[in-house]
């Protein structure tokens, strides 16, 4: 196998697992971080400036289906770890590996552009780097997350008083004696309206779509192995929803009673220990969706309003690569145009790990899988279909995934599991039969 040049863009998670693999592999791997931090979103303040995580901020799966496989989290870690905890994690995944000889820290990448090929060898990648020098590279592999740029409700630029993101969150102090509105009912909305209420006068929060929020602990363990036995992959839709919506009743009862609409459609998974109860004890009232603001007055979808202090937006994010420009960005209609979640159709050669949310599983884990099949493609053992049959696989995904999820947009990069895991797996198993077959295996 040819060793190649790659360079892997930042040091979080993605980045960390897809340079592991490619340098088992024997290739010469550069990681570009902008920060001084391995871990990314989990190093609280991170230096790199793109971590949103708070101070309270866990994990949402269970820490023993959460770790890299071949390097797990440990066992004396909580059941679901601290971000602390986690930090500590891939700075020992680092180690034991040898990353960091290996990351150039304080490179901000500014650009990335194709190098065509000419007599002398194939095509390459160009990386312009914020210090205002250039390196070339055989491939390159983008790992920088997808929570950089927030998405913002319409009443932020109406609302007179305290106006955040959820991306700006840290601790729930500062918010004391003051009424706090979290628009958002996603796990960051959850856990931010769970911590204001301790401090704040009245913490509202606002629910702008229907949400099924299940307990995160069942039966003495982690709910997520409740289901992982009863969810059997040939079980239809609707008796899947029926199965989560039974539990759920049976540690928090309807929906309804709380204050939220239970979906009758796919939505990610949402999960807390805590926040039904803080709501049932009138710590947390719940509001349907904002329409306006009226200077500091909230208007709400049912013709109620509120006066408010603060709002603190959980409204999620929306995909940005700022260094990549003329149709270099996968991001087409708000769609993501990559075979296997991993590889740009249109130009050979540049990849991407982590950019997806895996619905009711481990983010991390499934970076790990990615970048084991990555290091197949590098090195020729899964062999990529033509554009055409990459671009029509594609175009199956978009209409699969827009029956599953009416809703569009806010679910661009959910992701299933089981069957992304299944897929990957094939195609890593028919390599090694393939290698059996003609004696190299």
Request: glycine content about 10%; some cysteine; hydrophobic content about 40%.
């Amino acid at each position: 196998m040819r060793t190649e040049r790659i360079a892997v863009i930042g040091a979080g998670a993605a980045g960390l697992c897809a340079a592991k693999h490619l340098l088992q592999r024997g290739h010469d791997v550069t990681v570009h971080e902008r920060g001084t931090e391995v871990g990314g979103l989990w190093v609280y303040e991170n230096d790199n400036g793109a971590s949103p995580a708070y101070w309270s901020l866990r994990i949402n799966s269970e820490a023993k289906v959460t770790g890299f496989k071949d390097f797990p989290i440990p066992s004396g870690a909580s059941l679901y770890p601290r971000h602390t905890e986690m930090r500590t994690y891939f700075e020992a995944y680092a180690e034991r590996f040898g990353l960091r000889e290996h990351i150039r820290f304080r490179s901000t990448v500014e650009g990335v552009e194709p190098v065509p090929a000419d007599d002398d060898r194939p095509p390459r990648w160009r990386l312009r780097l914020g210090d205002g020098s250039e390196v070339e590279y055989d491939r390159v592999v983008v790992a920088n997350g997808h929570q950089a740029v927030p998405v913002h409700p319409s009443l932020a630029a109406e609302f007179t008083g305290e106006y955040l993101h959820s991306r700006d969150y840290r601790t729930p102090e500062r918010f004391a004696g003051r009424t706090v509105l979290v628009v958002g009912t996603g796990n960051s909305g959850l856990d931010i309206a769970t911590d204001v209420c301790a401090t704040a006068k009245s913490t509202l929060l606002s629910a702008r779509s229907p949400v099924l929020i299940m307990p995160r602990m069942l039966f003495g363990v982690p709910v997520s192995r409740v289901l992982s036995r009863l969810e059997k992959p040939w079980l239809p839709w609707p008796i899947v929803r029926r199965i989560r919506e039974l539990l759920t009743y049976v540690v928090h009862g309807r929906m309804e009673q709380w204050g939220f609409i239970t979906p009758k459609t796919r939505t990610h998974p949402a999960s807390h220990p805590t926040v039904v109860a803080q709501i049932a004890w009138d710590r947390i009232a719940v509001r349907p969706g904002t329409v306006s603001a009226d200077g500091t007055t909230v208007n709400f979808a049912d013709g109620s309003s509120a006066e408010v202090d603060t709002v603190i937006a959980a409204t999620g994010y929306e995909f940005d690569v700022p260094f990549l420009k003329g149709g270099l960005s996968p991001v087409v209609d708000g769609r993501i145009d990559l075979y296997r979640r991993i590889v740009h159709t249109r130009h050979p050669g540049l990849y991407f790990i982590g950019l997806f949310d895996v619905s009711g599983g481990a983010n991390i884990r499934m970076m790990d899988i990615q970048s084991r099949w990555l290091g197949a493609v590098v090195d020729g053992e899964v062999p990529l279909p033509n554009e055409s049959a990459m671009a029509t696989h594609i175009a199956d995904e978009h209409r699969r995934m827009a029956r599953l999820y009416p809703k569009g947009g806010r679910y661009a990069l959910e992701l299933d599991p089981r069957e992304y895991g299944l897929a990957i797996r094939e195609d890593l198993n028919q390599t090694k039969e393939a290698a059996a077959t003609s004696g190299r295996g």
